[in-house]
T-cell receptor
């Protein structure tokens, strides 16, 4: 079965420190992987995606994510966190096998960056 | 900012009322979606459309209905609102490029049924 796991409900980091938000997935075919961010009282905004090619993907606002096929992971990272990065982060995967091409969403991780 | 708009942003309505949540996009996207988001963050797909006159139910059973008469418009209707319908509703769209394209989201409608 297709699934996405974000093992941490909440991540706390100090401003200026590196941050990691974890995501693991399970699909039957090759994955298309996405990260979105949701600021308070807003819709989701696309951050970055992995489709194929280089395992390290760079996205908006200085975020990047590394696709690791052997560990079935797609962790979101940023070298130096900002207070303004505090938000909800969602990982999503789409399976390129079969006829079901819907996005499967993680439950979200709340990131708090402390000044 | 994505060109996808939802109205109203906030709605408080009494039980039994009929409501329509509006969603419009100006990007010419063929695929559109409605998600329901729990207070605890989880997203549930309740409806989607792959084009005009095409609508499908999503993974979460919903008493709402949708229509897609025009490419740019994907309204969601509740014939008789109940307190259990209280939630945030997010509309999204995605364009050409097959299944590798990302979705663009509206700002959401927060519905409270009293």
């Amino acid at each position: 079965a297709q699934s996405v796991a974000q093992p941490e409900d909440q991540v706390n980091v100090a401003e200026g420190n590196p941050l990691t938000v974890k995501c693991t997935y399970s699909v039957s075919g090759n994955p298309y992987l996405f990260w979105y961010v949701q600021y308070p009282n807003r819709g989701l905004q696309f951050l970055l995606k992995y489709i194929t090619g280089d395992n390290l993907v760079k996205g908006s606002y200085g975020f990047e994510a590394e696709f690791n096929k052997s560990q079935t992971s797609f962790h979101l990272k940023k070298p130096s966190a900002l207070v303004s990065d505090s938000a909800l982060y969602f990982c999503a995967v789409r399976d390129n096998a079969g006829n079901n091409r819907k996005l499967i969403w993680g439950l979200g991780t709340s990131l708090a960056v402390n000044p | 900012e994505a060109d996808i708009y939802q109205t109203p942003r906030y709605l408080v309505i009494g039980t039994g009322k009929k409501i329509t949540l509006e969603c419009s996009q100006t990007m010419g996207h063929d695929k559109m979606y409605w998600y329901q988001q729990d207070p605890g963050m989880e997203l549930h797909l309740i409806h989607y459309s792959y084009g005009v006159n095409s609508t499908e139910k999503g993974d979460l059973s919903s008493e709402s209905t949708v229509s897609r008469i025009r490419t740019e418009h994907f309204p969601l209707t509740l014939e008789s609102a109940r307190p259990s319908h209280t939630s945030q509703y997010l509309c999204a769209s995605s364009g050409p490029g097959g299944w590798v394209t990302e979705a663009f989201f509206g700002q959401g409608t927060r519905l409270t049924v009293v």
